[in-house]
């Protein structure tokens, strides 16, 4: 029998052809279309990478201007939508109530084109602008706060910081929020990349695509890591423990949260940009107990790994915790956040899975035993 290629994972696989996002693993670099991920980070914004992403180049400055007003416009929550986040069970997380919230949002979208390959996502942008607004609006609910409505004027992070703290941010403030969205925006292939163009290839909604893209964000060896990360650095609790911290992981075999990736056989570009958010905002606050703490898991953990002859090096979400906490973020809301941003991504694959579509559909390499006849419940 022809045996046919395998690669537990998926890894390695070249499942289809793209122009969204080009990594080379090997030296560290990222593109979002042509552009280093370097050059974005100096001189753009969240809104024109999202133009970038959608629209396959870079927005003239009337483009601009009407995709941000357009993109701005959709911001407010409608009170069906407020009402849903108030009494959705405190006990779930908001990447559950962010999954349901973009299902209940399609409701809200007169022009959608279900099961055929013409999708609207390009010009709804709802997803975009009300991930935020939901998430900032949890935020204060959860806080017993009530919603405030957005301010039309401010880039897409410094609204995001306005919704959540219900004060104008400071401008660096709501420049680096930006910044971490625009990093967040698209990475290739990923689980939950797939996982929406794996939905879109159905022909089902680019609501249902990103709801389902949000799932698989969720679990801690994706999107997760960010809020573990802090979590392990507020366990650490002081730069000095994080040698014997280590040494215990390592005999338990535990993984460090914001290291590794599968693609990156470098430092991930987006964790050396982060790294310089969180310096600038440490000084800014005079608070460097994060810094600390996570430069030295860095120092020590690359050590550790490379003495194995196992070089692993820091992702994204290694410093984005950090800095999101010095914003006043509450760690419960880090895994949200990177939905904020990626979110444009997600829609960019739904475009594209659906101008050339073939339905996914995989195989699996039988490993159960030979076939046999059924036996009736009571010979059991
Ligand atoms: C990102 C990640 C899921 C990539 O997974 P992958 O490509 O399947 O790589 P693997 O998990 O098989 O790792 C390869 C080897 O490196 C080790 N390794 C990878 N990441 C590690 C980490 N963060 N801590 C400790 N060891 C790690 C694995 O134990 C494995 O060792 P082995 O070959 O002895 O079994 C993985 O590196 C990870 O779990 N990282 C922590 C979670 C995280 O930060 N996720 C966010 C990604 S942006």
């Not at 939508?81 to 779930?92: E, K, T």
């Not at 829609?347 to 046999?372: C, F, M, T, V």
Request: proline share 5%.
């Amino acid at each position: 029998m022809e045996s046919k290629p395998y690669a537990k994972g998926l890894e390695g696989v070249i499942a289809d052809e793209s122009s969204i996002c080009k990594i080379d693993g090997a030296k560290g670099k990222l593109y979002y279309r042509e552009y280093s991920i370097e050059e974005l980070a100096a001189h753009s914004n969240y809104e024109e990478v999202c133009y970038l992403l959608l629209y396959e180049k870079l927005p003239t400055l009337a483009e601009l201007k009407d995709f941000s007003q357009r993109m701005r416009e959709c911001r407010p929550l409608v009170q069906p939508i407020l009402d849903m986040i108030q009494s959705f069970p405190a006990s779930a997380h908001p990447m559950e109530l962010l999954q349901s919230s973009v299902s209940y949002l399609s409701g809200y979208v007169q022009h959608r084109i279900a099961h055929s390959a013409t999708c609207n996502c390009r010009n709804t942008l709802y997803q975009v602008s009300q991930l935020s607004s939901v998430v900032a609006t949890y935020g204060r609910y959860r806080e017993g706060k009530k919603y405030v409505p957005p301010r039309m004027d401010l880039s897409h992070g410094a609204n995001f910081l306005y919704m959540l703290h219900g004060t104008e941010p400071d401008p660096v403030e709501g420049e680096i929020m930006d910044k971490c969205l625009l990093l967040h925006a698209e990475h290739d292939f990923n689980a939950s990349t797939f996982a929406a163009r794996v939905v879109a290839s159905t022909l089902s909604t680019c609501y249902c695509s990103i709801s389902s893209a949000i799932g698989a964000l969720y679990g801690s060896l994706h999107g997760g890591a960010n809020q573990h990360v802090v979590e392990m650095a507020e366990e650490i609790g002081d730069k000095n423990n994080v040698a014997p911290w280590m040494e215990k992981a390592f005999a338990q075999k535990r993984k460090v949260m914001g290291m590794g990736h599968r693609e990156y056989k470098a430092k991930d570009p987006r964790a050396n940009i982060i790294q310089q958010y969180l310096v600038e905002l440490s000084e800014k606050k005079q608070d460097f107990r994060y810094y600390e703490i996570l430069q030295e898991v860095e120092k020590v953990f690359r050590g550790k790994m490379e003495t194995a002859g196992k070089p692993i090096y820091p992702n994204v979400d290694f410093y984005s915790g950090a800095v999101y906490r010095l914003l006043g973020i509450p760690a419960i809301l880090f895994t949200p956040i990177f939905a904020m941003g990626r979110v444009a991504g997600w829609l960019a694959h739904i475009l594209e899975q659906r101008s050339d579509n073939r339905i996914y559909r995989p195989e699996s390499l039988w490993k159960g035993p030979e076939p046999r006849a059924y036996v009736p419940i009571e010979k059991r």
